[in-house]
């Protein structure tokens, strides 16, 4: 089976080809082909994602991406049997653009149309290619994944633990009651001078920090960690950020220095600030993993589960990877499963896997898709199937 998946929900307009093969319930995808084509560097002067914006340059290259993938594809292949969209959560108006693009085809072409939930999209990333360099703590690279599974999902928008019982049977047993993960990862790299978005470049500088064998000179605290619940916020580590990084500004005697100490890797004269720099960063990322790796551990424990995932966007943290394949690594009889970096953050493929897996319940739900398909800004993952 060969499923064509596109994706639009937020600044990534993206489209792929996977091709199905092996056995229903445990198949063994291949990624045919898969474009991402990102607006990081339009919304980066505006320092977040301006709608508007993004949905007019979806529109203008949802149909470029969408023809490259087809020239792409493997001239042995047959016709596409299935094609898969997000339909929510995301931006109301960069979702229709995705969503219309696929009910043309779907109407054109008269294939099955399977609306996917985003965050369900991440969270069959795993299923993609689960990453094969899980070599570190003794753990397999898993060929199938056992219910029920726990998966920390840590986007830009969303952070939440969910038990699924089996596929599309959702539960979300914690989430958190502020800030998104990435979210923070972003604001704090904001407040330290690192650029938008800041996550990937606040953790290479923590890293950075680790390896080099400084210490840390700041000490902030871990939200939540203690609390007799799976739920999670961010919002107070990143306001200690806030205030340490004052604190900081406050006894440097040249601000403007002290931004540039902060940015520019060539600037020596103030090596002492962008040490201190570093530490934050090195301080927030050890906070936010340590607490999402906890509650991730104790809620696996409780709830008995057979596998561990990890999804979303913050899931190509290198810290938060081999920190929670480390601690799920002694808890026994659980098997840990995490998506390759390529599948992590946005991208299409993900979309096709879990609209796979949707098609293969209820086939004849899907055959006219296009007539029924809804873009929701809000869809929640527990609605998206009936439980
Ligand atoms: O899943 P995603 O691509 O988009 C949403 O659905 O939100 O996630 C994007 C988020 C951003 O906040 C980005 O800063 C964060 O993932 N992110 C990271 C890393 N790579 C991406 N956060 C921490 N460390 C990373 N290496
Ligand atoms: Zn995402």
């Known amino acids: 089976m060969v499923i064509l998946g596109i994706e639009s929900s937020c600044d990534e307009t993206a489209a792929s080809l996977i091709e199905i093969s092996g ?25 977040g994602v301006v709608p508007e914006i993004a949905a007019r340059k979806h529109a203008e290259v949802i149909i470029p991406v969408i023809s490259k993938i087809l020239k ?48 369900e999209g991440h969270i069959y990333s795993n299923w993609l290619t689960a990453d094969k360099k899980l ?22 928008g969303h952070t939440e633990l969910v038990l699924m019982k089996d596929h599309g049977k959702y539960r979300i047993i914690g989430q958190t009651l502020d800030d998104a993960a990435g979210e923070a ?15 990937p470049v606040l ?33 107070g580590l990143k306001t200690a950020v806030l205030y340490k990084f004052r ?27 962008r040490v201190l720099i570093a530490s934050l960063a090195y ?52 098997q840990y499963v995490q998506p390759s970096l390529e599948y992590t953050t946005d991208n299409a493929a993900m979309i096709a896997m879990a609209g796979y897996f949707n098609y293969i319940r209820n086939p004849q739900k899907f055959k006219e898709g296009w007539r029924n398909i809804k873009v929701n800004p809000n869809l929640n993952i527990t609605r998206t199937v009936k439980r």
Not at 140 to 155: D, E, K, W
Not at 247 to 273: D, F, W, Y
């Open 283 to 334: 301080e927030f990322q050890n906070a936010a993993v340590e607490v999402l790796v906890v509650k991730t551990v104790r809620a696996a424990k409780e709830f008995k589960v057979k596998t561990v995932m990890l999804a979303g966007g913050v899931s190509a943290n290198k810290k938060l990877r081999l920190t929670l394949e480390k601690a799920v690594s002694v808890i026994s009889g659980v």
């Open 185 to 199: 990862f972003d604001k704090v790299a904001k407040i330290l001078g690192l650029g938008y978005p800041g996550g």
């Open 72 to 119: 792409a594809k493997s001239s042995k292949l047959k016709a596409i049997d299935v094609i898969a969209v997000t339909s929510g959560p995301g931006l109301i108006t960069s979702l229709r653009v995705g969503v219309d693009a696929a009910k043309t085809l779907a109407c054109v072409w008269k294939k099955p149309l399977v609306p996917v939930n985003h965050i």
């Open 135 to 156: 070599t570190i703590y003794n753990l397999q690279p898993t060929t199938s994944i056992n219910f029920p599974a726990l998966v920390l999902v840590v986007s830009g």
């Open 247 to 273: 604190e900081l500004e406050k006894s440097c005697e040249n601000q403007p220095i002290m931004k540039c100490c902060g940015r520019n890797i060539s600037c020596h004269h103030r090596t002492g600030a």
């Open 203 to 235: 953790s290479a500088l923590a890293d950075r920090f680790q390896v080099l064998g400084f210490r840390p000179q700041v000490l902030l605290p871990r939200p939540m960690i203690e609390s007799p619940n799976y739920n999670f916020s961010f919002s």
């Open 23 to 47: 056995r229903k319930l445990n198949p063994h995808p291949r990624v045919l082909s898969n474009i991402v084509s990102s607006q990081v560097k339009i919304h980066a002067r505006y320092g």
